[in-house]
């Protein structure tokens, strides 16, 4: 990115001042090495957000940014219905409510390695991953608008979970405001047999280390030791999120035309929140989070069964789970004064910080923890959410590593085959059903995670707590 069209804040900090059609700046969190190695189009789809109706304060990008459909992923946007603000689709991404939770086990990353060939087989055979990936679960037509209506605590009420988890959720576990009778026939029947599924892209499961303890007061309240390890998760709605998003990303085209909105990219398509779409799309939208919530839940049933075999007695608490494409409402201080706003994290991580009345009472104190996937095979983080967030990003962080490099120029330079072999040598194990989807995951194909976290860090988004290490990676 051209640093010459920025003016620079602070160290992690650079604003795009507004310019034609903008209605507010562009704000974009980041090093200066990892603001010159981001592509243009992260520049020009800022530009375009900071030009949506009713946009407040400015448009929020995080340092794990990059290219995505409409909105750069990494980016935050919120918007005023008092002020014509805008639902866009777009904004919330493909995937809705793609997200990451972690699961604490207690168990010491030695006793894992002394059966870690066993414990991947195991995983693998459970957790069905890979582009079209079918579960076990078949949902009937009832089920599934029960299931879109009541998320996790739908899982957990047929078994496929634990109601000690529903607190550690956000939402605890269930978005209110859903209306399944606006989630189409075609995504529902995408959708039928695809809980308890992984998927493909970027998703996976992995056990982890806790490789290094960064602040030991906040990890011990998230009761994180170092040594032992832990189980992540991450994925999202699969193909009903997917179906939703294009179906009303169209819709929404042909709506903003018929309303007289000026759309800088027809990527951008929206509707004002309290139009009839909009209100359509957020049903649909928050039926497609819950599906997420359930999936995650129905996900981390299996794994708990599978380290319950080889750690009988293991107690695997959730300690949190968080999505990170979404469009929530959410009251933020703006000029002094409190507005109910529809916050838009695209490949961005709410990150409430202490005190916030949405965290459960053991975290309150400290913030909510921040979940940060690296690449796969490389390391990754549980950060903290900051008190200053707030007013920076309305309470937002990076989600992961970010690409570096397209799926494309990924499998031209690396095949599966190799890198499975390479991070085997390194003592971490795939478990995957594609080489194709390995290659394109390849670890050098994202940003480093460490520099992208500690941005985060220095721009006082969320504080590292905790560094961990891959052992087992089980992906699409």
């Given at each position: 990115m051209d640093l010459e069209r920025l003016t620079r804040i602070d160290q992690a900090a650079?604003?795009?001042?507004?310019?034609g059609a903008m209605r507010v700046p562009g704000?974009?969190?980041?090093?200066?090495?990892?603001?010159?190695?981001?592509?243009?189009?992260?520049?020009?789809?800022?530009?375009?957000?900071?030009?949506l109706p009713g946009i407040v304060q400015a448009c929020y990008v995080m340092p794990d940014a990059h290219w995505g459909y409409g909105f750069p992923i990494g980016g935050v946007a919120a918007f005023d219905p008092a002020h014509g603000g805008v639902v866009?689709?777009?904004?919330?991404?493909?995937?809705?409510?793609?997200?990451?939770?972690?699961?604490?086990?207690?168990?010491?990353?030695k006793e894992v390695v002394r059966r870690q060939e066993r414990i991947a087989d195991s995983l693998e055979s459970q957790i069905p991953a890979g582009v079209g990936s079918k579960g076990k679960i078949a949902l009937e037509p009832g089920e599934m608008e029960a299931m879109?209506?009541?998320?996790?605590?739908?899982?957990?009420?047929?078994?496929?979970?634990?109601?000690?988890?529903?607190?550690?959720i956000e939402e605890n576990g269930r978005m209110a405001g859903a209306r399944p009778d606006f989630v189409s026939d075609r995504a529902k029947q995408r959708q039928r047999e695809e809980m308890g599924t992984l998927g493909s892209g970027n998703h996976y499961l992995e056990v982890q280390a806790v490789a290094e303890i960064l602040d030991p007061a906040t990890a011990e309240a998230f009761g994180l030791r170092e040594g032992e390890v832990v189980i992540t998760i991450h994925c999202g709605s699969r193909g009903l999120g997917h179906q939703i998003a294009g179906e009303f990303a169209k819709e929404m085209v042909v709506a903003a035309e018929s309303l007289g909105i000026e759309l800088p990219d027809r990527e951008l398509a929206c509707a004002p929140i309290d139009s009839e779409i909009g209100q359509r799309y957020l049903g649909a939208m928050r039926a497609a989070v819950?599906?997420?919530?359930?999936?995650?839940?129905?996900l981390s049933h299996h794994a708990r069964r599978v380290f319950r075999h080889y750690f009988p007695g293991a107690n695997l608490p959730l300690l949190y789970d968080v999505s990170h494409n979404t469009c929530k409402v959410e009251t933020h201080r703006v000029g002094g004064r409190?507005?109910?706003?529809?916050?838009?994290?695209?490949?961005?991580?709410?990150?409430?910080?202490p005190g916030h009345e949405s965290l459960p009472e053991a975290l309150r104190p400290h913030g909510q923890p921040v979940l940060i996937g690296g690449s796969m095979g490389t390391e990754s983080y549980v950060l903290v959410g900051e008190a200053g967030a707030e007013t920076r990003s309305f309470s937002s962080a990076c989600h992961g590593a970010g690409r570096a490099m397209s799926r494309h120029a990924a499998l031209r330079r690396w095949s599966g085959r190799q890198i499975v072999d390479d991070l085997a040598a390194q003592g971490v194990l795939i478990r995957s059903p594609s080489s194709r989807g390995v290659a394109e995951e390849a670890p050098d194909a994202y940003?480093?995670?460490?520099?992208?976290?500690?941005?985060?860090?220095?721009?006082?988004?969320?504080?590292?707590?905790?560094?961990l290490r891959p052992l087992i990676c089980i992906k699409g």
């Open positions: 650079w604003r795009i001042e507004p310019r704000v974009i969190y980041a090093d200066e090495n990892l603001i010159r190695a981001m592509d243009d189009k992260v520049f020009e789809q800022t530009v375009n957000v900071a030009s866009s689709a777009g904004g919330v991404g493909f995937d809705v409510s793609c997200g990451v939770r972690t699961i604490l086990t207690g168990v010491e990353s879109l209506e009541g998320g996790a605590r739908w899982a957990v009420a047929q078994g496929w979970g634990e109601p000690d988890d529903l607190e550690r819950n599906c997420a919530l359930a999936n995650r839940e129905i409190k507005r109910r706003l529809f916050v838009h994290r695209k490949g961005a991580t709410r990150a409430f910080g940003k480093d995670v460490t520099a992208v976290v500690m941005a985060a860090e220095k721009a006082g988004l969320a504080r590292r707590v905790a560094r």
